[in-house]
Protein backbone atom coordinates (compact mmCIF):
# COMPACT_ATOMS: atom_id res chain seq x y z
CA UNK A 1 0.00 0.00 0.00
CA UNK A 2 1.17 3.46 -0.67
CA UNK A 3 -0.25 6.29 0.38
CA UNK A 4 0.44 10.66 -1.16
CA UNK A 5 -1.30 13.56 0.28
CA UNK A 6 -1.94 16.28 -2.09
CA UNK A 7 -3.27 20.00 -1.64
CA UNK A 8 -1.50 21.53 1.33
CA UNK A 9 -0.42 24.79 1.30
CA UNK A 10 -0.85 28.52 1.96
CA UNK A 11 -4.09 29.80 3.62
CA UNK A 12 -5.04 33.18 5.64
CA UNK A 13 -6.56 32.50 9.05
CA UNK A 14 -10.62 32.36 8.06
CA UNK A 15 -9.93 30.44 4.77
CA UNK A 16 -10.37 27.32 3.77
CA UNK A 17 -8.04 24.26 2.20
CA UNK A 18 -8.91 20.71 1.31
CA UNK A 19 -6.60 17.94 1.43
CA UNK A 20 -6.56 14.67 -0.75
CA UNK A 21 -4.97 11.29 0.04
CA UNK A 22 -5.08 8.67 -2.52
CA UNK A 23 -3.92 4.90 -1.00
CA UNK A 24 -2.63 2.14 -3.86
CA UNK A 25 -3.56 -1.47 -3.14
CA UNK A 26 -6.16 -2.96 -0.67
CA UNK A 27 -9.13 0.07 -1.04
CA UNK A 28 -11.25 -1.69 1.54
CA UNK A 29 -9.88 -0.51 4.77
CA UNK A 30 -10.43 3.05 7.53
CA UNK A 31 -8.02 5.63 6.69
CA UNK A 32 -7.43 9.09 9.08
CA UNK A 33 -5.50 12.25 9.21
CA UNK A 34 -2.93 13.34 11.56
CA UNK A 35 -1.12 16.54 11.93
CA UNK A 36 2.52 17.28 13.66
CA UNK A 37 4.41 20.64 14.30
CA UNK A 38 8.27 20.97 15.06
CA UNK A 39 9.04 18.82 18.57
CA UNK A 40 5.43 17.50 18.96
CA UNK A 41 3.50 14.66 18.77
CA UNK A 42 1.52 13.40 15.60
CA UNK A 43 -1.80 14.53 16.95
CA UNK A 44 -4.93 12.78 15.66
CA UNK A 45 -7.21 15.04 13.24
CA UNK A 46 -9.99 12.64 11.87
CA UNK A 47 -10.86 8.84 10.84
CA UNK A 48 -13.08 7.71 8.30
CA UNK A 49 -14.59 3.62 7.91
CA UNK A 50 -14.26 1.72 5.05
CA UNK A 51 -17.56 2.45 3.67
CA UNK A 52 -17.06 6.19 4.83
CA UNK A 53 -20.59 5.95 6.61
CA UNK A 54 -19.22 6.42 10.06
CA UNK A 55 -16.54 9.64 10.90
CA UNK A 56 -14.61 10.62 14.19
CA UNK A 57 -12.81 13.99 14.99
CA UNK A 58 -10.80 15.54 17.57
CA UNK A 59 -12.88 17.53 19.75
CA UNK A 60 -11.56 20.66 19.30
CA UNK A 61 -11.77 20.23 15.82
CA UNK A 62 -15.33 18.74 15.18
CA UNK A 63 -16.89 21.54 13.20
CA UNK A 64 -14.06 22.89 11.03
CA UNK A 65 -13.02 20.20 9.94
CA UNK A 66 -14.97 17.38 7.60
CA UNK A 67 -13.37 14.06 6.44
CA UNK A 68 -14.72 12.02 3.34
CA UNK A 69 -13.74 9.28 1.12
CA UNK A 70 -14.03 8.38 -2.74
CA UNK A 71 -14.36 4.61 -3.22
CA UNK A 72 -14.21 4.68 -7.06
CA UNK A 73 -11.10 6.46 -6.65
CA UNK A 74 -9.72 5.24 -3.12
CA UNK A 75 -9.40 8.79 -1.90
CA UNK A 76 -9.64 10.50 1.77
CA UNK A 77 -10.76 14.28 1.74
CA UNK A 78 -9.84 16.36 4.37
CA UNK A 79 -12.18 19.75 3.99
CA UNK A 80 -10.90 22.20 6.43
CA UNK A 81 -12.65 25.42 7.19
CA UNK A 82 -12.38 28.52 9.01
CA UNK A 83 -8.58 27.96 9.20
CA UNK A 84 -6.51 29.26 12.24
CA UNK A 85 -2.80 30.07 12.47
CA UNK A 86 -2.43 27.19 15.02
CA UNK A 87 -3.92 24.89 12.73
CA UNK A 88 -0.24 25.26 11.16
CA UNK A 89 1.33 22.00 10.54
CA UNK A 90 2.38 18.93 8.56
CA UNK A 91 -0.72 17.18 7.93
CA UNK A 92 -0.10 13.26 7.34
CA UNK A 93 -2.65 10.60 5.61
CA UNK A 94 -2.89 6.98 7.69
CA UNK A 95 -4.52 3.82 5.90
CA UNK A 96 -4.99 0.30 6.78
CA UNK A 97 -6.69 1.77 10.46
CA UNK A 98 -9.19 0.29 12.42
CA UNK A 99 -12.25 2.89 13.29
CA UNK A 100 -14.12 1.26 16.55
CA UNK A 101 -16.63 3.41 17.78
CA UNK A 102 -14.92 6.83 18.46
CA UNK A 103 -11.05 5.51 18.82
CA UNK A 104 -9.37 4.89 15.67
CA UNK A 105 -6.36 2.55 15.47
CA UNK A 106 -3.29 3.57 13.18
CA UNK A 107 -2.27 1.37 10.41
CA UNK A 108 1.03 0.57 9.00
CA UNK A 109 1.13 3.02 6.23
CA UNK A 110 1.78 6.53 6.11
CA UNK A 111 1.97 9.37 3.51
CA UNK A 112 5.25 11.89 3.45
CA UNK A 113 2.94 14.36 4.57
CA UNK A 114 1.73 17.83 3.27
CA UNK A 115 2.37 21.38 4.62
CA UNK A 116 -0.14 23.30 5.29
CA UNK A 117 0.42 27.20 7.14
CA UNK A 118 -2.37 29.25 7.67
CA UNK A 119 -0.86 33.31 8.11
CA UNK A 120 -2.91 35.70 10.35
Not at 3 to 31: I, N
Not at 104 to 113: F, S, V
Request: with cysteine; aromatic share 14%.
Amino acid sequence: VQVGEFGGGLAQAGGSLRLSCVASGRTAYSMGWFRQTPGKERDFVAAISSSGEFTTYAYSLKGRFTISRDRNNNTVYLQMDNLKPEDTAVYFCNAAGLLSGHKYYTGGYWGQGTQVTISS
